[in-house]
């Protein structure tokens, strides 16, 4: 299979695949028509697809109709409904600009006739200019801090099965993951992840910044929760709207550092802001989102 005429190997056995190679595979969408791509949701339990799913397939349709030399540096994104994992996503491409320097797509993802996300995407052709960068905070080596299953060991009896499962991206929390800060009172909402996806992936570039896309999703929100001392079963949560800016070349197979704070939450929603630097130290993507937040009372 291919994401723009590069071959991407699949394992040769369904029991050799990765949940790296299911992502890949979930990113490869099928072209119907012009202009219009149709894309899956993975084979498990749950009641509405991942948010950083259909962001990253979105991003996938609007890029496969860019000329491969301009890379994508803004998207700007409305999940409006829930998606129904259970059937496909239709992905149709509005060609809003083609310019000089910059062109601009917007992508509607479309389930049971009704749109359940928006997405507009801007790519440019790559310049020379200005260059600064604010400094990455000090964090330990990922490799020193334990896996998302190493850290989950003493919860197993307690979680989903779904939460204990493989996953495509590799997530270390350089300090206590949320459902355990909320109980020892951390009391800020901060936290730095690495991250990096579980295996190798191909060197398309869009590739990796769909990638790293569908990763942004992950954790994000988590820090909106660590000054309050509740957990997700005590909240109705979702992504509202989610905004990128990639701002350098980077390889999503290679450790990022994902430094999230949470401004404010009010409302019944809250606001997430990360900034991903790369192993080396340098700002690669900014990331801004806001996520409904309602405390779910129990009924008597």
Known sequence: MALRGIDVAAAESPLMRTPLDELVDLLDLEQIE?????GR?????????FGGQVAGQALVAAGRTVPIDRPVHSLHAYFLRPGDPAVPIVYTVDRLRDGRSFTTRRVV????????????????????????????????????LPTMAERMKAYAEKVPDFVLRPRP?????????PWIARLSGKGHPQQMVWMRADGRLPDEE???????????????LDSIMLPHEVSWEQLRGA????AMWFHRPFRADEWFLYVQESPSAYGARGLARGLIYDREGQLIVSVVQEGLMRLVRSRR
């Open 34 to 38: 012009v202009n219009i791509f149709r």
């Open 206 to 220: 869009l590739v990796h910044v769909c990638a790293l896309t569908y990763a942004s999703d992950m954790t994000l």
């Open 109 to 144: 993802a479309v389930q049971h006739g009704e749109a359940i996300f928006n997405l507009s995407a801007s790519f440019q052709v790559r310049e020379e200019g200005l260059d600064h960068e604010w400094d990455a905070p000090p964090a330990p080596d990922p490799e020193s």
């Open 239 to 242: 992504s509202l709207d989610h």
């Open 169 to 177: 991206i590799d997530v270390r929390h350089v300090d206590d993951p």
């Open 41 to 49: 949701s993975p084979e498990e339990r749950q009641q509405r697809v």
